[in-house]
């Protein structure tokens, strides 16, 4: 890779999720950073790189005209689709590439304002259509939705008709979540609504999830190692909390604290942990809506531990993946998150991330926060601010999301510690050296 490429783009993410509430889609966006040529070809063979053999698709997005025309000129149709935005179709040299990379079998999404769809004379040409629902789309959906459930079966109303190949974004209301994802034609939904999933209908506090009880049950009995039931566990940072909470307990009056995952394992035992487990079944939620925040979640304690140097501790590792998993818990418990934190004696630099936005774990979980808004605006300000090396945090985040499409074709992921070839950022906090 040409030295420095990563350093003329600035990146940003988001996940498509699929009716199974898998990620279906990394909605990957390149912005090229002003006064600055980027070498598409180099940027395009990296990706290649790190997106081999996926088992998630790439949907490649930007708002430069120069970058997209680049990107429909020389995108390997095996790579990524690319999003073409509709006010660019306007632009003749835009159109004729279209067409050609069309031809050379490179599929394209169309995307356009709320509630717009494509004009006729351009749908052939894209193999998906990314529609953004209005306010007015949404009520009517609603408005149907609720007919359709009173109806039941013998509803005279019509279901609502999507094109095949057809993506969402803009769905803010839980209860249209599987309205739309049992819609013919619809393949995802961009983004996923967190917080109207946990509030909503008077909800107060999620439980953790059957599938994972079960999941990390299932690994206990196969005699799996005690690390590998430590990675099947850090895919639920409810069940994560839950179990830290538990281990540092009084009744269960053990005589030291409990800092970690991995120690809290070794102090009590599989079979403890076994036992403690069966006894979450009853309460464990079957909501489905709920595995794309946990996802999101695991997602982000990835992250934060492929921005650490090449060669970092593995307690350090642990450490900032635990600030990663436990970051969001107040919107999982429905507390405050110092109350929330409180019975649990988190390590100094964990505690001051997460109550103080302070100390070494700060600039880590402040940089993998900004990808999360999918502005690339955002994921460059995190880094000016602290003082990262774009191109290394871009290549992180690329790692992170790799590890992410290998975990979802597997039925238990693992979340695991950040791999020691590769680059790392320069200007890592100095306390963490």
């Known amino acids: 890779m040409a030295a420095g490429v990563l350093n003329d783009v600035s990146l940003g993410y988001q996940l498509l999720w699929n009716a199974r509430r898998q990620p279906e889609q990394v909605w990957l966006s390149l912005e090229p950073h002003a006064g600055r040529l980027v070498n598409t070809g ?4 990296n990706l290649s790189t790190q997106w081999s053999d996926p088992h998630i698709g790439l949907t490649l997005s930007t708002r430069s005209a120069a970058l997209l025309t680049d990107l429909l000129d020389l995108t390997p149709p095996t790579l990524a689709r690319i999003e073409v ?3 660019l ?8 590439r279209v067409l050609r ?4 079998g490179l599929q394209l999404v169309w995307h356009g304002e709320p509630g717009t769809k494509p004009e006729s004379a351009h749908a052939h040409n894209f193999a998906q259509t990314l529609l953004s629902l209005s306010a007015d789309d949404a009520l009517q959906s609603l408005r149907l939705m609720r007919a359709q459930s009173k109806a039941g079966a013998q509803t005279s109303h019509p279901a609502t008709h999507f094109a095949p190949g057809t993506l969402l974004e803009g769905v803010a209301n839980a209860g249209l979540l599987d309205y739309f994802l049992n819609q013919p034609g619809i393949t995802g939904l961009m983004g996923w609504p967190s917080e109207e999933v946990l509030f909503g209908g008077g909800k107060t506090r999620a439980q953790p999830s059957g599938q994972a009880l079960q999941s990390v049950i299932a ?12 990675r099947a566990l850090s895919q639920e940072p409810l069940l994560v909390y839950r179990f830290l909470r538990y281990a540092n307990s009084a009744g269960l009056g053990l005589n030291r604290e409990i800092t970690a995952l991995r120690h809290g394992l ?7 942990l ?3 487990l069966q006894e979450q079944l009853p309460q464990a939620s079957k909501d489905p809506n709920l595995q794309p925040i946990a996802t999101l979640m695991v997602v982000r304690a990835r992250l934060m531990t492929e921005l650490l140097d090449a060669g970092a501790a593995s307690a350090l590792q642990h450490e900032l993946a635990l600030c990663g998993l436990l970051s969001q818990m107040d919107l999982l418990t429905g507390e405050p998150l110092q109350q929330a934190l409180q019975p649990i004696p988190l390590p100094e630099r964990v505690s001051a991330a997460l109550l103080g936005h302070s100390g070494p774990y700060w600039p880590y979980l402040d940089v993998a926060s900004a990808f999360e808004t999918g502005q690339t605006q955002a994921t460059r300000d995190a880094c000016q601010r602290h003082g990262f090396d774009e191109e290394a945090v871009n ?11 290998a975990s979802s074709a597997k039925a238990a992921p693992c979340l695991r510690p950040p791999t020691p070839a590769r680059q790392s950022h320069p200007r890592a906090h100095p306390s963490l050296h």
Request: no cysteine.
């Open 42 to 45: 180099h940027v395009l063979g």
């Open 85 to 87: 935005a509709d006010n």
């Open 89 to 96: 179709l306007s632009d003749p040299a835009i159109g004729q």
């Open 101 to 104: 990379a069309r031809r050379r």
């Open 219 to 230: 690994l206990i009995q196969s005699d799996a190692a005690m690390e590998d039931v430590a």
């Open 266 to 272: 070794m102090v009590l035992g599989l079979g403890r």
């Open 274 to 276: 076994k036992t403690w």
């Open 395 to 405: 290549l992180a985040l690329l790692r992170a999301l790799r590890v992410q499409q």
